[in-house]
């Protein structure tokens, strides 16, 4: 890109506000102690890792493997290919699958709505096994389509070999990668809807009557802000969690894998949320969509364009630290044509530390080079004005 000609604008104002007066930087206190094999805390909307203890550990994870399940269920609605409202036929293979169960039927026919609760809040192996038959065509190829999200989300440490979390020596994960699944899950308010529910009393019992389900997660009923995410438990992989939390605008992910005790399970996830809500929160840096400035198009169809970010971008800040200052540099006018998506500038915020972000600024829409007939309308528009 050329020199910037100049819209530059210094921004300190509107991330002030929550720090008036705060004249002095302090370390946060120190974390918790934590029981469990592993574990990781983040800020779920800005990615920033607060605490870790053997975070890239490998290790059974039981049925918190129901997280990835539940995330290619809800993407899949959202992406039109399936709707809750859908009958899902009952297999064999579903009705096989052992340990918790929401006790399905081969040949009976449950909307996906229905097992979506069965996996959310009975955390039943046997929903799950057939709602990830249903969307993917059977469990190998949902299986292959667990994998193949892993690794486009970054999951290194992780291999799925089922979709609900029964031992299996190759069916296995880490504390920061599930953070990382975690990170975009809570993305999806429909799938927050469903774990934040503490029971259910929808599904038919096969008896005429209806299940009761309750959520193993019992700090949804404790921990102020807790609305998801998921438990587990084999003996293999011990007492393990995702939990997740939000309160204003801040957001922490807390995963505890290994954990002696259920107990020590909910205390692990339960202190380090609480570490990380009195010691940090989040501010929004830029809005996806947001307008960023106007920029003038020389020989353009149009006059203008707006300038836009191009994502949404979020900053961890410690409690009692200042916030730096940021500052904005745009393209005061441009040639045309335009792009859609163009970058016409950014925005840059440089942390005491030095590291410095920088989020793209870029063309709303496209535009057009003008006709010589537009042109000219302009020319004559500007020099009578």
Same mark, same amino acid.
């Given at each position: 890109?050329?020199?910037?000609?100049?819209?530059?604008?210094?921004?300190?104002?509107?991330?002030?506000?929550?720090?008036?007066?705060?004249?002095?930087?302090?370390?946060?206190?120190?974390?918790?102690?934590?029981?469990?094999?592993?574990?990781?805390?983040?800020?779920?909307?800005?990615?920033?890792?607060?605490?870790?203890?053997?975070?890239?550990?490998?290790?059974?994870?039981?049925?918190?493997?129901?997280?990835?399940?539940?995330?290619?269920?809800?993407?899949?609605?959202?992406?039109?290919?399936?709707?809750?409202?859908?009958?899902?036929?009952?297999?064999?293979?579903?009705?096989?699958?052992?340990?918790?169960?929401?006790?399905?039927?081969?040949?009976?026919? %449950?909307?996906?709505?229905?097992?979506?609760? @069965?996996?959310?809040? #009975?955390?039943? $192996?046997? =929903?799950? !096994?057939?709602?990830?038959?249903?969307?993917?065509?059977?469990?190998?190829?949902?299986?292959?389509?667990?994998?193949?999200?892993?690794?486009?989300?970054?999951?290194?440490?992780?291999?799925?070999?089922?979709?609900?979390?029964?031992?299996?020596?190759?069916?296995?994960?880490?504390?920061?990668?599930?953070?990382?699944?975690?990170?975009?899950?809570?993305?999806?308010?429909?799938?927050?809807?469903?774990?934040?529910?503490?029971?259910?009393?929808?599904?038919?019992?096969?008896?005429?009557?209806?299940?009761?389900?309750?959520?193993?997660?019992?700090? %949804?009923?404790?921990?102020?802000?807790?609305? @998801?995410?998921?438990? #587990?438990?084999? $003996?293999? =992989?011990? !007492?393990?969690?995702?939990?997740?939390?939000?309160?204003?605008?801040?957001?922490?992910?807390?995963?505890?894998?290994?954990?002696?005790?259920?107990?020590?399970?909910?205390?692990?996830?339960?202190?380090?949320?609480?570490?990380?809500?009195?010691?940090?929160?989040?501010?929004?840096?830029?809005?996806?969509?947001?307008?960023?400035?106007?920029?003038?198009?020389?020989?353009?169809?149009?006059?203008?364009?707006?300038?836009?970010?191009?994502?949404?971008?979020?900053?961890?800040?410690?409690?009692?630290?200042?916030?730096?200052?940021?500052?904005?540099?745009?393209?005061?006018?441009?040639?045309?044509?335009?792009?859609?998506?163009?970058?016409?500038?950014?925005?840059?915020?440089?942390?005491?530390?030095?590291?410095?972000?920088?989020?793209?600024?870029?063309?709303?829409?496209?535009?057009?080079?003008?006709?010589?007939?537009?042109?000219?309308?302009?020319?004559?528009?500007?020099?009578?004005?």
């Amino acid at each position: 890109m050329q020199r910037w000609p100049l819209i530059v604008l210094w921004v300190m104002c509107v991330l002030m506000v929550p720090f008036a007066g705060v004249k002095a930087w302090a370390k946060p206190m120190s974390p918790p102690p934590v029981s469990a094999k592993a574990a990781e805390l983040v800020d779920g909307m800005s990615g920033r890792v607060l605490y870790a203890k053997d975070a890239n550990r490998r290790l059974p994870i039981a049925s918190v493997t129901k997280l990835m399940t539940l995330y290619l269920a809800v993407r899949a609605i959202q992406h039109k290919s399936l709707s809750l409202h859908e009958s899902v036929p009952i297999s064999e293979e579903a009705y096989h699958v052992n340990g918790s169960q929401i006790w399905l039927e081969p040949g009976e026919r %449950l909307s996906v709505d229905h097992l979506l609760r @069965g996996v959310a809040i #009975g955390s039943a $192996n046997d =929903a799950a !096994y057939a709602l990830g038959e249903y969307i993917a065509g059977s469990e190998n190829a949902f299986v292959e389509d667990m994998n193949q999200t892993a690794e486009s989300l970054g999951m290194k440490d992780t291999h799925f070999a089922n979709p609900h979390g029964l031992s299996d020596p190759n069916h296995y994960s880490s504390a920061h990668d599930l953070a990382l699944l975690a990170e975009q899950a809570i993305r999806m308010p429909l799938l927050l809807h469903y774990t934040g529910m503490w029971e259910d009393r929808s599904i038919r019992n096969g008896k005429g009557g209806t299940l009761w389900l309750i959520n193993h997660n019992r700090l %949804l009923r404790q921990f102020p802000g807790m609305d @998801g995410l998921k438990t #587990g438990y084999t $003996n293999e =992989a011990g !007492y393990c969690i995702i939990a997740t939390a939000r309160r204003l605008d801040t957001r922490m992910v807390a995963v505890v894998l290994g954990a002696p005790s259920s107990r020590s399970r909910f205390q692990d996830a339960a202190s380090l949320l609480t570490y990380g809500f009195q010691n940090y929160h989040t501010i929004r840096l830029a809005r996806r969509g947001q307008i960023a400035a106007r920029v003038s198009v020389r020989r353009g169809a149009k006059r203008q364009v707006l300038a836009v970010y191009n994502q949404d971008r979020y900053l961890t800040v410690e409690r009692n630290e200042t916030t730096p200052a940021f500052i904005i540099r745009v393209e005061s006018s441009v040639n045309a044509p335009v792009k859609p998506g163009q970058e016409l500038g950014h925005m840059a915020l440089t942390r005491e530390n030095g590291q410095i972000i920088r989020i793209p600024i870029v063309a709303q829409s496209g535009v057009n080079r003008a006709t010589w007939i537009k042109a000219a309308w302009h020319y004559l528009w500007k020099i009578a004005g």
